[in-house]
């Protein structure tokens, strides 16, 4: 790219774009393209979204008096093009400054995002409570909903839909169609949308028009002039409208425009092949995947769930093919995929429902009413959940209070590759339990010898190093850090610690816990996750009315936003010598 003669340096706001030719957003709309690709190879990001959506970002900012006009993005990792014209181009231009802007919306940043948005199907809602608004106080802006198609599949956007169709006053609402969630769409709904793409959108089957709203299409909706005339046309209407646009996810990279799924979101050096190759390194992924066709060959009631995001579990496009009518996609549909899975367990299946940790929050009355309540034996697959440096939308250590506080429900937390493979053969073979996995978010660690554990005795915790004085409750992921603080307590204070692995995050194992009474004076408990409602919370509520003393360790209750694990494990005093100066202290 010659940056002298890019058409994006005369753009440093919505009223400069607004100056340019057709040509001259042709050319920057590639201009733009590139540098997300660049940025994206650097740092890591969704590729594939922000790719297929730049023309028509260009031509909503054109038309519209953004930010008086309120533009609300669907999950918002296609928002990279909005940010670019939006006075943020130096975190796309100036590679000290890639991670100086967040990968979605945020009003921090800019007066032109109104909310910070990171899971799905939330737009539409969103933005009949703008549109309303805007009724009550008698103004007259625009308010525009950018949802994806995949988005559609998700509860919240029919509610939406359903919703903003009684309007009766100015809401619109782009469908951007690219036939693609993060992996092929799943749902009735999308028959319909490709119905009315073969039909340039005058089918007279339409979904949209079905519940209330005008209806256009267009059919390139990578061009932009056709993308500006629909948009100048729907433009101050006083009715609901969906304008239908036909993109194509990746454009600009060969590569994303072939393997949608994969380049939806991508790792630092991928386009430039410099990321490392790991795809026969064993995870509790490829553990997992493994796990369930072996068992599918010797049970044909074993049914493997995802809600639209099968990488997340290992799910992958081989596993899902060789699965066949025993591996269902629900579409971005979390709650349905819980009670999906409790009315599979209740006629006699055995469903394995795999979601990440900030995704399974978005099913919390499904996990109680259709699950719990019902104490129907699924399998749910918890992934990612700990502590984590993502962005505020993804944050992936609220899973622990969430599940551990719903009655019914076993929530186990293996240390290794054996337990984890124990507690799957436990939870699948029973049928008294509700049983959810909290899948280990490290590399994977394998002792080499089969867990013996009876898990039907229920909230049986393991003694796996016998001391005095301070016992440790290392839960989950924090095993190994346990470990490390036995070790350096046995080294800075002269003391053998008890090193405890509890195996059950729902549920006191009180006969131990008051044994530890008799030749322990303090007790740590260590969790990857929020400590507020979580598992070190219930030890010390347990230990209250006696002498005993309890250190929890683990995460405050905050949304934090980038912030590096090593920033985070210093906050929470999650090192080992932190947690040794606690221990002095308290001791």
Known sequence: MNTTTMVLDKVNNTEDLKKLSIEEMNILSEEIRELIMKKVNTTGGHLGPNLGIVEATIALHYVFNTPQDKLVFDVSHQCYPHKILTGRKEGFTDPDKYLKYSGYTAPEESEYDLFKVGHTSTSVSLAVGLAKARDLRGAKENVIALIGDGSLSGGEAFEGLDNAATLNSNIIIIVNDNDMSIAENQGGLYSNLRELRETNGKAENNFFKTLGFDYYYVDNGNNVESLINVFKEVKDTTRPTVVHIHTQKGKGCHNAEIDKESYHWILPGTLSNNNQETSNIESYESITADYILKKRDEDSTIIAITP?????????????????????????????????????????????????????????????????????????????????????????????????????????????????????????????????????????????????????????????????????????????????????????????????????????????????????????????????????????????????KVLNFGAKKEFTDRTSLEELYKRYHLTPELIIEDITKSL
């Open 308 to 548: 639209a995001t099968p990488g997340v579990s290992g799910f992958t496009k081989e596993f899902r093919s060789k699965l066949g009518k025993n591996f269902t996609d629900v579409g971005i549909a979390e709650q349905h995929a819980v009670a999906y899975a409790s009315g599979l367990a209740k006629n006699g299946a055995k469903p394995i429902l795999a979601v990440m940790s900030s995704f399974i929050q978005r099913a919390y009355d499904q996990l109680s009413q259709d699950l719990a309540l019902n104490n129907t034996p699924a399998t749910i697959l918890v992934f990612w959940g700990g502590i984590t440096g993502a962005d505020a939308t993804h944050l992936t250590k609220y899973d622990i209070p969430l599940i551990s506080n719903i009655p019914n429900l076993v929530y186990l937390a293996p240390t290794n590759k054996e337990e984890y493979i124990k507690m799957l053969d436990w939870s699948t073979s029973q049928r008294e339990h509700s049983v959810i996995i909290r899948v280990p978010a490290t590399q994977v660690i394998s002792t080499g010898i089969d867990d013996k554990t009876d898990y039907s005795i229920l909230n049986k915790y393991e003694i796996t190093e016998q001391g005095s004085e301070i016992a440790i409750l290392g839960l989950g992921n924090f095993y190994q850090l346990g470990k490390d603080v036995k070790k350096l307590i046995q080294e800075k204070l002269d003391i053998n610690p008890t090193l405890i692995n509890p195996k059950f995050i729902t549920g006191l194992d009180e006969e131990l816990l008051n044994s530890l009474k008799n030749n322990h004076k303090l007790v740590i408990t260590l969790e990857d996750g929020a400590l507020d409602g979580g598992f070190g919370e219930k030890i010390a509520s347990f230990f209250g009315a006696s002498e005993m």
